[in-house]
């Protein structure tokens, strides 16, 4: 689903606007990632993460693209919508190693949902990275 927005910047009457549009990805409804805390969906997640993001520059420069993890579990072909007691009150929690979200891009995490980092961490789920000049000063 792509959206258009307008975003402004400035001070007082100095304003540049510029207009953007969203690419919205859901991890579950289109990637398949699991919703359990037993299952390493470090590899799904990367890969919608880095599909999302090819789909946004696609649109143009200044698309965002949004990477979706919902907190209802796809009860149906139709989905569940977004209400505390349709699939009941347990949170979703997707379990992932490191992950990168580069600029221009927004990672929604449902009000019920987690973010979870994996326990058992490998040097898969969290390479090594060299710390440059910039960072840390």
Known sequence: MARFLLFCSGFFSLFRCHLTTEVECDVVRQ?????????????AIRAAILDCRKRALEKGPNTRA???????NPCDSTGCPLQEDVCGE????????????TSN?????????????????????YPLVVQYAAYGD
Not at 90 to 101: A, C, H
């Open 31 to 43: 990637y398949g990632v699991a919703q359990n805390p037993s299952t390493d969906s470090t590899a």
């Open 66 to 72: 949004i990477v979706l993890f919902p907190d209802t």
């Open 90 to 101: 347990e949170s979703i929690v997707y379990v992932t190693g490191s992950i990168n979200v």
């Open 105 to 125: 891009m927004t990672l929604r995490i449902a009000p019920r949902a987690t973010l979870m980092g994996i326990a058992k961490a490998t040097l898969y789920h």
